[in-house]
């Protein structure tokens, strides 16, 4: 498969996430690039995603993070899910701040793999770093989809 044909299907593997991410898209998730083995995912933060700290709630931090690694590992059309995640926060994210979450696997062997996940804010800060071990299982993540043109 040439280049084009594997940004063609990562780009339809990611159409097919979005249509079924209702998550993502409650919390105003969108996924602004994706490529084999890469995603970014931006999201501004909104009031109701602020703790009583009013700062950024460390879940709706590892969501963001997630998806990306999600739209990253799928971007192959396998079926992967998460088998272990971890997250480090370094510094807080603040309400109206536009968040960039960008994923890129680092290694892919058999079944198993590891993708790093950064998150920054508007300024190219860095809010926090992710790591996610992935696993594929069976199928497409395109199945019952129009193939990539």
Known sequence: MD???RQALAEASARALASRDHTAR???IAIEAVRPGYARAVMEV???MVNGHDILHGGIC????DTAFAY???SHDVVTVASACSISFLAPGKRGDRLVAEAVEVIKK????VTDVTVTNQNGEILAVFRGNSR???GRVTEGEDPPI
């Open 26 to 28: 409650h919390l105003g």
């Open 72 to 74: 990253c590992c799928n």
């Open 110 to 113: 058999g079944r198993a793999g």
């Open 136 to 138: 594929t299982l069976s």
């Open 62 to 65: 590892f969501t963001l993070a």
């Open 3 to 5: 280049d084009a044909a």
């Open 46 to 48: 909104r009031p109701f």
